[in-house]
C-alpha cells in the first residue's frame, strides 16, 4: 500500500469511528509517527556521513581545545565534518578518529605527519609514515596526550571527520582556523621522504 493510500485510509477511518477515543488516539499516534518517523532515517543518515557534534574530552588538545579543563568541566563542542573526510589531508588539520588501541574510543588530535613523511617521534627517532596513514599528536604533549608516539602511525581509514567548527563554548564559537596554529611539532620534526626514483 502506497504511503498516501494509508494516509487517507487512516483519515478516512478517523471520520468512519467518531467518537470511539482509543481508535482516534491510536491513528493520532500513527499519524504522529508516520510524519516525524520518516525523518529518522534522514537524520541518521546525516550523523553518520556528512556531519556531526564531536565533544572534546580530555587534556591531550589543551590548550587549543578545552583551555580552562583544569579549572572547569566545561568541555569544548565543535562541529565534525564527515564527508570526504579522509581525502585531502593537510598538516595541522584536527581529525577525530577510531582509537586505534581502543576500537569504542574516539580521539581527537592535530595530523602532523602525512604518508611518505619521516617524522621525529618525541623520544628522538625516526619513523616513516607508510602510503595510507598519518601521523596525529595531541597539542597537551606527552603527558596530557595518547597518540602516534605510543601507537604509531594511524590508517586513514580510521577518521570519522574533520572539525571545522567550535560551537560551544559561545564566547569561542567561530571557524577553527588550524592552518594559523603554532604548533611547532608540525615544522621542525616532519619532513618529505627523498625520492630517488
Same mark, same amino acid.
Given at each position: 500500500?502506497?504511503?498516501?493510500?494509508?494516509?487517507?485510509?487512516?483519515?478516512?477511518?478517523?471520520?468512519?469511528?467518531?467518537?470511539?477515543?482509543?481508535?482516534?488516539? /491510536?491513528?493520532?499516534?500513527?499519524?504522529?509517527?508516520?510524519?516525524?518517523?520518516?525523518?529518522?532515517?534522514?537524520?541518521?543518515?546525516? %550523523?553518520?556521513?556528512?556531519?556531526?557534534?564531536?565533544?572534546? %574530552?580530555?587534556?591531550?588538545?589543551?590548550?587549543?581545545?578545552?583551555?580552562?579543563?583544569?579549572?572547569?568541566?566545561?568541555?569544548?563542542?565543535?562541529?565534525?565534518?564527515?564527508?570526504?573526510?579522509?581525502? %585531502?589531508?593537510?598538516?595541522?588539520?584536527?581529525?577525530?578518529?577510531?582509537?586505534?588501541?581502543?576500537?569504542? %574510543?574516539?580521539?581527537?588530535? !592535530?595530523?602532523?605527519?602525512?604518508? /611518505?613523511?619521516?617524522? !621525529?617521534?618525541?623520544?628522538?627517532?625516526?619513523?616513516?609514515?607508510?602510503?595510507?596513514?598519518?601521523?596525529?599528536?595531541?597539542?597537551? /604533549?606527552?603527558?596530557?596526550?595518547?597518540?602516534?608516539?605510543?601507537?604509531?602511525?594511524?590508517?586513514?581509514?580510521?577518521?570519522?571527520? !574533520?572539525?571545522?567548527?567550535?560551537?560551544?563554548?559561545?564566547?569561542?564559537?567561530? !571557524?577553527?582556523?588550524?592552518?594559523?596554529?603554532?604548533?611547532?611539532?608540525?615544522?621542525?620534526?616532519?619532513?618529505?621522504?627523498?625520492?630517488?626514483?
Amino acid at each position: 500500500m502506497a504511503l498516501g493510500s494509508a494516509w487517507a485510509w487512516m483519515r478516512g477511518s478517523a471520520s468512519r469511528v467518531g467518537s470511539n477515543r482509543p481508535f482516534a488516539l /491510536g491513528l493520532q499516534t500513527a499519524r504522529y509517527l508516520l510524519q516525524y518517523g520518516l525523518w529518522l532515517p534522514v537524520i541518521a543518515y546525516v %550523523k553518520a556521513n556528512v556531519a556531526d557534534l564531536a565533544w572534546i %574530552k580530555g587534556p591531550s588538545m589543551y590548550p587549543f581545545f578545552n583551555p580552562q579543563f583544569n579549572q572547569t568541566l566545561r568541555q569544548d563542542v565543535c562541529l565534525s565534518v564527515k564527508w570526504n573526510a579522509q581525502d %585531502k589531508l593537510e598538516r595541522g588539520m584536527i581529525v577525530e578518529f577510531w582509537a586505534p588501541h581502543d576500537p569504542n %574510543k574516539i580521539s581527537v588530535k !592535530r595530523v602532523i605527519g602525512l604518508e /611518505g613523511d619521516i617524522i !621525529r617521534t618525541r623520544k628522538g627517532s625516526f619513523v616513516h609514515v607508510p602510503q595510507g596513514y598519518i601521523w596525529v599528536e595531541g597539542d597537551g /604533549g606527552a603527558s596530557l596526550s595518547r597518540d602516534s608516539n605510543n601507537y604509531g602511525p594511524i590508517s586513514r581509514r580510521l577518521i570519522r571527520g !574533520r572539525l571545522t567548527r567550535i560551537l560551544y563554548p559561545f564566547h569561542r564559537a567561530g !571557524r577553527i582556523r588550524w592552518e594559523e596554529h603554532e604548533h611547532a611539532s608540525i615544522h621542525q620534526r616532519a619532513q618529505r621522504a627523498p625520492r630517488f626514483w
